[in-house]
């Protein structure tokens, strides 16, 4: 376990505007994977979180996504991330065996990226019993949500000015100079997703009261009606991509967002 707990560390990528979500994001944190092994690390860009065991990793001004957490992976001495994002809460207890069994795979196999949740990610081709391959050409290959990576490959897939939309987007199209790209089949984390674009989504504020996790509503406005609705049918519009063969949706993601692109350029 200790040369494990050494080559592994979690990284709650975030920025100062989004430091309400820090203690609530780590009172379930802690709750729901109390013995965590690895070190925690908080991205941000001058606030400091005086949360016990979690280790501020400050890369000052906020320039964009990818260079702020191109500026904190150069400051960690681990090979491997775990990349959290700060408004994904846990919301079930973690099986630290089976985290350690799947991270000692990963260090055992030289991988370069696995995504622990699949969901965006899967798997399209039989690797084991723990993991899939996760082919070139398959669409969100880059996820970051709940992914594991190489550190230096992470860093050298990080191009400049890119938020994380444009990083799973194009960055995609860049891992497919790499191998090593894997899914796991099972799930190993319970997470919520608690903020969509900047405002408190209602079902996961529902969710978090049921479970004790306060939050501080003066700083962050909660989602209308009207909006929720929206989100609701483009989450569904995007579930339709599930029954399209893995190595088709990137070609036709590619053709709808160009198709929009074009349809904004011309309007």
Not at 81 to 109: A, C, P
Not at 124 to 129: G, M
Not at 148 to 176: M, P
């Amino acid at each position: 376990m200790i040369d494990i707990q050494n080559k592994f560390a979690i990284l709650v990528v975030s920025c100062d505007k989004y430091s309400d979500l820090w203690n609530p994001f780590f009172k379930s944190f802690f709750r729901f994977w109390p013995d965590c092994p690895f070190d925690i690390y908080l991205l941000s860009n001058y606030k400091y979180a005086n949360i016990p065991k979690v280790r501020n990793l400050l890369i000052d001004d906020d320039i964009s996504w990818s260079d702020n957490l191109y500026k904190g992976l150069n400051k960690l001495k681990e090979d491997y991330v775990f990349l959290f994002l700060e408004d994904l809460f846990l919301i079930d207890f973690v099986e630290t065996n089976k985290v350690l069994k799947i991270f000692k795979w990963i260090l055992e196999s030289n991988a370069n990226y696995v995504r622990i949740n699949p969901s965006a990610v899967k798997a399209d081709k039989k690797f084991n019993e723990l993991v899939g391959i996760v082919s070139k050409g398959t669409i969100y290959r880059t996820s970051t949500v709940l992914s594991v990576w190489k550190k230096a490959i992470l860093l050298n897939l990080l191009k400049e000015n890119e938020s994380a939309w444009d990083f799973e987007i194009d960055g995609s199209l860049r891992s497919d100079t790499y191998d090593g790209f894997y899914a796991t089949w099972g799930k190993y984390f319970s997470i919520l997703n608690t903020v969509i674009k900047g405002k408190w989504q209602r079902k996961a504020i529902r969710k978090l009261n049921s479970i004790g996790i306060e939050i501080d509503f003066n700083k962050r406005e909660i989602m209308t009606f009207e909006e929720t609705i929206k989100y609701y049918f483009s989450r569904q519009r995007s579930k339709l991509l599930k029954f399209i063969p893995s190595k088709y949706r990137r070609n036709l993601k590619d053709f709808i967002l160009k198709g929009k692109y074009n349809y904004k350029r011309l309007s």
